[in-house]
């Protein structure tokens, strides 16, 4: 028993292996916006930071789940980022919002 249990493990890393690289080496920040411009996007974390990720042409941005190039976040709006820092400031990679529902 112990036998086929260790050749099940064994069998089984390789699968397991490409999940865990899968996420890939970007950093991530969540938040609410709390600015916007052309080439920036302000974010409060919940610790209360406010981080500034920069937009570049290579930005990829989903909203709702949805693909697209012409959306940008809004004030308010929940963020979820991948970002990768380059020197001192942070680019975004793949930015994904959705709006947040008013009461």
């Known amino acids: 028993m ?7 493990i064994v069998c089984s890393l390789p699968l397991t292996s490409g999940s865990l690289w899968a996420h890939g080496n970007n950093d991530h920040i969540l938040g ?38 012409d959306a940008r976040p809004q004030v308010g709006d929940r963020l979820a980022a991948d970002v990768s820092k380059h020197g001192d400031h942070i680019v975004g990679k793949l930015i994904r919002f959705t709006t947040s529902k008013t009461k």
């Open 32 to 69: 609410t916006v709390t600015e916007t411009t052309d080439t920036n996007i302000v974010v409060k974390t919940p610790k209360g930071n406010s981080v500034s990720i920069s937009i570049e042409s290579e930005t990829d941005f989903q909203h709702n789940g949805i693909s697209t190039k």
């Open 2 to 8: 112990t036998r086929w249990l260790i050749i099940l």
